[in-house]
């Protein structure tokens, strides 16, 4: 295996068993499985004291769109791709999605399920921020 395949390996382990990405990966999961545009704006838990902290659902949805699941909406001009875009509450610029491999994303939702609760920012060392272990 190269150092690439296992550094890609290695990201996808840490990334896809966090358990506050986990439950974040089935609320994008199940607004892009409506078949709709969307953007994190439309997430359940939107927000950042819903969520784990700022930065999660942002952080699957461009997993996911690395991974193939997702696509970027948006229009070409002049052979350039110019992405869609709406604003956060913060009024900062966010980028619209639509489901790309609806295969990937039915297994995907298969292995981790339904949400399972509140989410919990995760610490160093498996420990959450209450100093639970994880």
């Not at 709709?36 to 999660?56: N, R, W, Y």
């Not at 002049?78 to 869609?84: L, R």
């Amino acid at each position: 295996m190269s150092k690439s395949a296992t550094d890609d390996a290695l990201i996808h382990q840490l990334f896809y068993k966090n358990a506050a990405i986990r439950e974040m990966v089935v609320h994008v999961l199940t607004v892009a499985l409506r078949g709709e545009e969307f953007s994190a704006k439309d997430l359940p838990v939107h927000g950042e004291e819903q969520h784990g902290g700022p930065g999660i659902a942002g952080s699957v949805i461009r997993q996911l769109k690395h991974d193939g699941i997702l696509a970027a909406v948006g229009t070409f001009f002049d052979s350039a791709f110019c992405p869609k875009i709406t604003y956060n509450e913060g009024g900062n610029k966010i980028g619209v999605y639509r489901l790309a491999n609806r295969s990937l994303a039915l297994t995907l939702m298969e292995r981790h399920g339904k949400p399972r609760g509140k989410y919990e920012q995760l610490g160093l060392f498996g420990t959450s921020e209450a100093g639970r272990p994880s």
